[in-house]
Structures are given as structure tokens and as C-alpha cells.
């Protein structure tokens, strides 16, 4: 069984720092990994996926993450944080080919305050 | 890129009443539509996978009759919430795949059972 474990439910960061955000996943499977970050009141939105080929994914908004398959993990990081960040994200992992119908299981979300 | 709406974006209705919240793909055609539930503060729990033209495969737990799910289009799924109840009240996401890989989820509904 696949699992995602996020750790920190609550990051806290001053704006221009550096953003680490991190996620493990346990998976029997090549895992696909993604980040999604939900703004209140609203849906998902994708961040960044990993699949195959490059190890290190480039997103949206400058969010970059790295999948390390020795470490199982799949940290989210901003060179410098904007104010504009505050939200929760979201780390999910889905099965690859040859799973099942890839069905994302998220972890409990890590909410990330920028401050002034 | 790939959009998702959803339909209403809130809702509040008394208890006993049945309400229906749609699910759209507007610029790409997807066969697998997924609807979820999220509670204060808490991430996602999938409530049940459909694939456009058969039945709804619901996660354990979920009920069937409570959760009616609609999948008749490659552009359109609705979750029809029968005899809510306050705690029917939710925040309801709905997604939607084309491929194996990336999920594009709807802006949510925020459903509110008085």
C-alpha cells in the first residue's frame, strides 16, 4: 500500500527566506509524485510532478522539487518565499504504469504562513 | 491548460433535501472523474472513481445510496448528496484525469446542511 507522509502541518517562513516543505512516500511501485496548493476556499492546483527521466522538477511559481528514491522522498523548496505563497500544500503519490488506475493518495497538507 | 469547474461553488439547503453538485471538464475530455470530500483543516479522502459511462467504484466506507454519482459524458460527472444531513456538511472536490498521470481538480463546493 502506497502512503504519504508530510511532515510539519505548519511551516512558518519570513518572506525572501527560503521554503522547504517536505514529503516521504512509501510505494511497492515506480511512485509518480506531485505537489498541489490549495488556497482557501478553493480546488487544487498543480505545483509540480515527477514521473520519469530528471530527478529535479521545476513547477510553477518557482517551486522546484527533487525526488531522491534512496531517501523516498520528494522535499518542495522556493529560493525565496512571497507573501503570495501562503496556502496549504499538498504532497500525493499515484502507482506508475502497470499499477492500478493511479489514484493519488495525498498526505494531510503542510500550511505554510509568510511573514513580513 | 486544463480546467475544471464545478457547479455551484456553494450551497446551503435544510435537511432531508437532496442536492447536486456538477463536475466539468471544459477543454479536454476525461474518463475518469474522481469526487473527494475534505473536512476543515484536513486533506482529501476520496469518495468514489467514475469512469465515464459505467459505474461509480465508491471507497470503503462511502454510501452508494447516500453519495449518488453520474459520470454520463466524457465532460460531465455530478455528486448528488440524497437526504443530507448536517454531517453532510463538507467542502466536495471533484477531479478529472485524461491519461494515467495528472488529476486537474475543480475550484470545490462548499455544501452547508442547515
Known amino acids: 500500500a502506497q502512503s504519504v507522509t508530510q511532515l510539519g502541518s505548519h511551516v512558518s517562513v519570513s518572506e525572501g527566506a527560503l521554503v522547504l516543505l517536505r514529503c516521504n512516500y512509501s510505494?511497492?511501485?515506480?511512485?509518480?509524485l506531485f505537489w498541489y496548493v490549495q488556497y482557501p476556499n478553493q480546488g487544487l492546483q498543480l505545483l509540480l510532478k515527477?514521473?520519469?527521466?530528471?530527478?529535479l522538477v521545476k513547477g510553477i511559481n518557482g517551486f522546484e522539487a527533487e525526488f531522491k528514491k534512496s531517501e523516498t522522498s520528494f522535499h518542495l523548496t522556493k529560493p525565496s518565499a512571497h507573501m503570495s505563497d501562503a496556502a496549504e500544500y499538498f504532497c500525493?503519490?499515484?502507482?506508475?504504469?502497470?499499477?492500478?488506475?493511479?489514484?493519488?493518495?495525498f498526505g494531510k497538507g503542510t500550511k505554510l504562513s509568510v511573514k513580513p | 491548460g486544463a480546467v475544471v469547474s464545478q457547479h455551484p461553488s456553494r450551497v446551503i439547503c435544510k435537511s432531508g433535501t437532496s442536492v447536486k453538485i456538477e463536475c466539468r471538464s471544459l477543454?479536454?475530455?476525461?474518463?475518469?472523474m474522481f469526487w473527494y470530500r475534505q473536512f476543515p483543516k484536513q486533506s482529501l479522502m476520496l469518495m468514489a472513481t467514475?469512469?465515464?459511462?459505467?459505474?461509480?467504484?465508491?471507497e470503503q466506507g462511502v454510501e452508494k445510496d447516500k453519495f449518488l454519482i453520474n459520470h454520463a459524458s466524457l465532460t460531465l460527472s455530478t455528486l448528488t448528496v440524497t437526504s443530507a444531513h448536517p454531517e453532510d456538511s463538507s467542502f466536495y472536490i471533484c477531479?478529472?484525469?485524461?491519461?494515467?498521470?495528472?488529476?486537474?481538480f475543480g475550484p470545490g463546493t462548499r455544501l452547508l446542511v442547515l
Open positions: 477531479s478529472a484525469r485524461t491519461g494515467w498521470e495528472t488529476q486537474y
Open positions: 510505494s511497492s511501485v515506480p511512485p509518480y
Open positions: 515527477y514521473t520519469t527521466g530528471a530527478t
Open positions: 500525493a503519490v499515484s502507482e506508475g504504469y502497470g499499477g492500478s488506475q493511479g489514484n493519488l493518495i
Open positions: 477543454d479536454f475530455q476525461a474518463t475518469t
Open positions: 467514475s469512469n465515464e459511462g459505467s459505474k461509480a467504484t465508491y
